[in-house]
């Protein structure tokens, strides 16, 4: 038998008879039936047969000599390669203990000698057909098997990479969220993140009534002149040093954390009273003494520092926060390079400074501004020469309010240019009036006071060239107040605008000569009129009769200047008979008038009162 010549489309049938004419017979009628048919004598042959190629289908006899039908059989069902393959047994042995056994040793039928020729066939038939669903279902087993394998394979890689990609996402993610939570420029806690951390330790006092914080608001003093006169570059690597240098004080015993531009945030947690948070200011100052030292310069920097003691009363992180500033702020106000303790009155204080500067914005459009007029008196002739112009606001609540309060308000919110150009704008109408009463001295002066601020107004000039154009009025009886700090500064902007002023014939005074820290070097680099000392002057002048303080220095600097000297705040006979013996030029003061209604000023002038 070789199996070179087998026809693989055929199936294969291997006869098992030791009868030569059983195995003629069958192999004829199956050969005939297309199928390939080997034959074996005994069960060696039927060995070698299987060894060579494997059947498809066994039809094996029971009885024959040495190996026998139901043993050949065992054989079979042992041998792994053949164990699958049907058998049919076909004997003469017609008895039912024989055909149990044949079944019960791994047959699938039975036929019996004499055979009918169709019967086997259909049996042949039979059992091939079981065979090859037998085999189809075993190989879609096993494709479906490689399937499950294929796809569990694809969806574990598929997870892995999955996987890979959520951890690569949550890296980003927190590091994008530490991005949003810290300081760019100095890697601290940035102001999200610290109302976070006093929102916990907020939530902490309402747990616990023994668990007490505190909060520190540190600002840089002048941080603005190191960025304006250094850069913003050294600027921000003196930030980087004092957030290194804060880090060492703070990060044993709290949290650090940069709320913007120079200002700072400290949570200190878990205290038991407020010495502790004071102990830690009073450390920063300290450490504060120490001068910075940046790549290219030494840079000194102080601090004032606001605290407030947290408690479980404040509903919000952020009102802490806000105390803190307040205090911050007081600490400020009162000289800076300090520590102040919030205290809930200066809240009361910040809120109604907030008030008065939105009412200040509503006097604006609703014209509650008046001008009172104080006469100034020449000392030569003992007659009013002129008025200076003095705002008040009435207030529709609070009544009339003193421009001390609200100036500096207006000055700070930048509404002083609009009420300063309006002053001005009355004071000329008025002046107006005056000039052409027949009855009142053509030579009679307006004083103004012009605020710093309005220096950096950029149209300062324009906006007096047209109240003087509308309101027809000379400007030489126009004097203009300002203060030492419009000179300090000794910018070429400001002495451009007072030249401008100069040449239009107006006259500029120094107001409250003495008080600020101008130089007399200076006063010689501006073109001033006059020096108006201030009244703090005068009045020491009386308390000290020998030596009179500084006013005769004052008088005669005016004068070697070619100033005139004018005395403000004169109250008694004698200041004024001493300002007389000085050879001072003009005085002003309640012992002539106090400021008044412009209604007023008419009967004054028209009585021509003498001193
Ligand atoms: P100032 O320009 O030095 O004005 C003189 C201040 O001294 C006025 O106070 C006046 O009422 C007060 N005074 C006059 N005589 C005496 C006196 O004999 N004794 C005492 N103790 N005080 C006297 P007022 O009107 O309250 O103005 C205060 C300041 O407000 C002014 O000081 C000025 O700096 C500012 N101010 C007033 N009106 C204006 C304005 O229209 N524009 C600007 N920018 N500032 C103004
Ligand atoms: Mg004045
Ligand atoms: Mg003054």
Redesign the pocket.
Known sequence: MNYERLDLDKKDILLIDDMADNLRVLSSLLTKEGYNVRKALNWQMALTACQTVLPDLILLDIMMPEVDGYEACQYLKAWELTADIPVIFISALDDTFDKVKAFKVGGVDYITKPFELAEVLVRVQNQLRLRSAQLQILQLNTELEQRVKQRTSELEKALEKLQGEITYRQQLQNKLLDIALHDSLTGLPNRVLFIRRLEKALHGAKQNDNYRFALLYLDCDRFKVVNDSLGHLVGDELLIALAHRLKTIVSPVGTLARLGGDEFGILLEHLTDIDTAVQVAENIQQQLLLAFQLSRYEVFLSASIGIAWGNKDYERPEYLLRDADTAMYRAKALGRVRYHIFAPAMYQEAIQLLELESDLRRAINRQEFI??Y?PIISLATGRISGF?????WQHPRRGLI???EF?PVAEETGL?SS??LW?LQSACQQLQIWQNHPAISKTITMS????AR?FSHPHLIEQIDAIIHEKQVNPANLEL?I?ESVIMENSQEVKTILQQLQERNIKLIM??FGTGYSSLSYLHRFPLNGL?I??SFV?RMQENHEDMGLVPAMISIAESMGMRAIA????TPEQLAQLRNLNCDFA????FS??IKQELVFNLLTTEPQW
Not at 388 to 392: D, H, N, S
Not at 568 to 571: F, H, L, S
Not at 588 to 591: R, S
């Open positions: 001008v009172y104080q200076e112009a003095l705002v008040r003193s421009p001390i100036i002083i009420i300063n002053v103004v006071n012009l605020s309005l107040e203060t107001d409250d108006k201030d009244k009045k403000e705040g004169v109250e002003q003061g309640y012992l106090r400021p």
